[in-house]
């Protein structure tokens, strides 16, 4: 089984006493960053909807960017995305044998560097997958990788031996999978809250996010090997519904957190 999830864009920048990795689409991402070193500070900040403190960040973070950094200038990815999915991932604590495995079976989705495994070495950036930025390859990011990336994930679940692609990434980022050149089939888990007021239950997105991390958390510590072992999921409190579910999409429903 192979598992994608998406990037964050808050960091933790501490130092990993991990053995890193290359990152396969390395070359790509040090193109990109040329292009968006061309933008003036007014250009980066609307790309993303910057404030100026974090337009500045960011420009300074593309103008040290090296095409070979050295160890101490990057980290793990897995171990330096802080957001919400990587709340409920937690990397940090996974055994030494838990991050091998995950190494072959997870892949996250990056605006800037494609996929990337969890051990892969990244450079402190930002560079959101919605994002408009132009190059020769067209006029946003779903632009410029084009078909690489299913294509990469369908080379990566044939060496698996795997038909199922479980996507735990957002909307925005697995938009950048082209369907029609993805081979193994998707499978979506889904996480709502129920409030209990009679209302059907509803995505809460913060809770979403972390809940997906903790779906790949969960496969890379039972070893999944198939759809049906990922009903099984109940971290959180959360159950899988099955008559609200199909094929392609797991519905997962919790009573709503009070504290």
């Known amino acids: 089984m192979l598992v994608v999830i998406s990037p964050a864009k808050r960091l933790d920048w501490a130092a990993r006493d991990v053995t890193t990795t290359d990152p396969d689409f390395q070359e790509d991402a040090v193109r990109l960053v040329k292009t968006a070193r061309n933008l003036t500070l007014t250009k980066l900040k609307g790309l993303m909807d910057l404030s100026d403190d974090l ?7 593309f103008a040290s960017f090296e095409a070979a950094p050295t ?39 990056s ?19 919605g994002s408009r930025l132009k190059t020769r390859r067209g006029s946003s990011l779903y632009d410029y990788w084009g078909d690489d990336l299913s294509r990469a994930l369908s080379a990566r679940a044939k060496a698996l031996g795997t038909d199922t692609l479980v996507n735990c990434a957002s909307q925005e980022y697995f938009g950048a999978v082209a369907p029609k050149t993805l081979v ?60 609200q579910s199909d094929a392609s999409t797991l519905v997962f429903v919790r009573p709503y957190p009070t504290t």
């Open 55 to 61: 337009a500045r960040l960011n420009r300074d973070r």
């Open 71 to 109: 160890e101490e200038a990057t980290r793990p990815a897995a171990l330096a995305f802080a957001g919400d999915t990587y709340q409920g991932l937690e990397a940090q604590t996974l055994d030494a044998d838990e991050l091998d495995w995950a190494q072959d079976h997870l892949r996250i989705l």
């Open 111 to 129: 605006g800037l560097y494609g996929l990337l495994r969890p051990l892969d070495a990244i450079q402190p950036y930002r560079l959101e997958m």
């Open 184 to 243: 193994p089939r998707v499978v979506t888990p889904v996480f709502k809250e129920d409030k209990g007021d009679g209302k059907p239950p509803k995505i809460v997105s913060f809770f979403a996010k972390k809940a997906r991390g903790a779906m790949a958390r969960f496969i890379i510590r039972n070893r999944v090997a198939d759809v049906e072992g990922l009903r099984d999921f109940d971290t959180g409190g959360y159950a899988w519904q099955p008559d």
